[in-house]
Every structure is written in structure tokens, then in C-alpha cells.
T-cell receptor, first 113, second 110 residues
């Protein structure tokens, strides 16, 4: 089975802190994604990567950056956390090319105080 | 990618068919319709996808109208475990990314 793991289920950080959210997949997938989910807004795409060291902005990249140094790992970075970044963060991966199925991790609920 | 419109919420009786509609009136010829669902406190899960023909798998059926401007996801015998948020997504198949909207919250009641 495809497994996508995220480093923490729950995280509490203070305003202004630098925050790292880690995602690892074990199926050699080319594509990896970061979403945030907020009540009433569904999932919104922050960034995605289709190859090592490659990244593309999603719909809401402001305030975030990403890093993909290895194929299996995709990190989301909040350079200076703010309270409006309190959210559920979901990571996903998929095979490259003509892929239709994304596999999601369990999510990290981040609270910024 | 074409925009989709789904009802905010729906109820369904256990054992009955759940029919979840999705409007995508601006869909273009090379865009597919995908359905995912998200059960509480889990990540979304792929259900089914299609281009223009009706599709069926072990989870659900997908009915796409002839003009492709709308579709319906059918869960033939809904169970309490089908209570979830269902997302209808339209995208060009060669794209890597997937855009989720707010979805439909389906509640299956005993």
C-alpha cells in the first residue's frame, strides 16, 4: 500500500517562528503536493513538485516555501508563522504523467498562537 | 480548469442510493471529471473519474450528461461509513495538480 506520512499530527507554534512540516512517501512517486484545509473553504493547493528540486506555486503560496531535495520527501516551510496560518495541512503524492489518483497523508493540525 | 458547483450538504437514508450532483458547465473537451471523498479526520480518498462515458467501479458509479455540463456520483447502497465530504473536480488529465473546492457534506442516517 502507498504510504504518505507527515511528521506531526498536531503542532503548536508561536507567531514569528519558523515552522517546518515534513512529508515522506514510500512509493517512488514523482509528484508531491501541499494543501491547507479550512472550514468552508475545502482544500486549497499551496505548492506542488513534479520532480526533485522542482516546485510550482499553487493557489495560495504567499507566506510559504517548499523544499524537495530527495524524491521521497517534500517539506513545507512557514518562514515566519502567523495566526492566519493556523490550519490543517495535508500532503499528497501521485505518480507522474497521466495520473489521476493522489494519495494523502493523515494531516498536520497547526495552531499558531 | 473548469469550475464546479456542488450542493453544500445532503442527507441520505442508510441502504438507499446516494446521488451527489455536480455542475461543470464550462468544462472543455479534454477535461476529466474526478470524484474524491474525505471522511472525518482523514485525508481525501480517490473514488472514480471519467471523460464522457458512464463509469462504475466497486465504490460508485459516475454518470456524465451527454453535454458533459454536469455529472452525478452514485453510491448504490449508502452505509453510515459513507458519511463524508465529497469533492467533484474537473481538470485536464495531463496536469499534475488537482484543485479541490468546498465539496458536498453527505450524511447517511440510520
Amino acid at each position: 500500500d502507498v504510504k504518505v506520512t507527515q511528521s506531526s499530527r498536531y503542532l503548536v507554534k508561536r507567531t514569528g517562528e519558523k515552522v517546518f512540516l515534513e512529508c515522506v512517501q514510500d512509493m517512488d512517486h514523482e509528484n508531491m503536493f501541499w494543501y491547507r484545509q479550512d472550514p468552508g473553504l475545502g482544500l486549497r493547493l499551496i505548492y506542488f513538485s513534479y520532480d526533485v528540486k522542482m516546485k510550482e506555486k499553487g493557489d495560495i503560496p504567499e507566506g510559504y516555501s517548499v523544499s524537495r531535495e530527495k524524491k521521497e520527501r517534500f517539506s513545507l516551510i512557514l518562514e515566519s508563522a502567523s495566526t492566519n496560518q493556523t490550519s490543517m495541512y495535508l500532503c499528497a503524492s501521485s505518480t507522474g504523467g497521466d495520473s489521476y489518483e493522489q494519495y494523502f497523508g493523515p494531516g498536520t493540525r497547526l495552531t499558531v498562537t | 480548469d473548469a469550475k464546479t458547483t456542488q450542493p453544500t450538504s445532503m442527507d441520505c437514508a442508510e441502504g438507499r442510493a446516494a446521488n451527489l450532483p455536480c455542475n461543470h458547465s464550462t468544462i472543455s473537451g479534454n477535461e476529466y471529471v474526478y470524484w474524491y471523498r474525505q471522511i472525518h479526520s482523514q485525508g481525501p480518498q480517490y473514488i472514480i473519474h471519467g471523460l464522457k462515458n458512464n463509469e462504475t467501479n466497486e465504490m460508485a458509479s459516475l454518470i456524465i450528461t451527454e453535454d458533459r455540463k454536469s455529472s452525478t456520483l452514485i453510491l448504490p447502497h449508502a452505509t453510515l461509513r459513507d458519511t463524508a465530504v465529497y469533492y467533484c473536480i474537473v481538470r485536464v488529465r495531463v496536469r499534475n495538480d488537482m484543485r479541490f473546492g468546498a465539496g458536498t457534506r453527505l450524511t447517511v442516517k440510520p
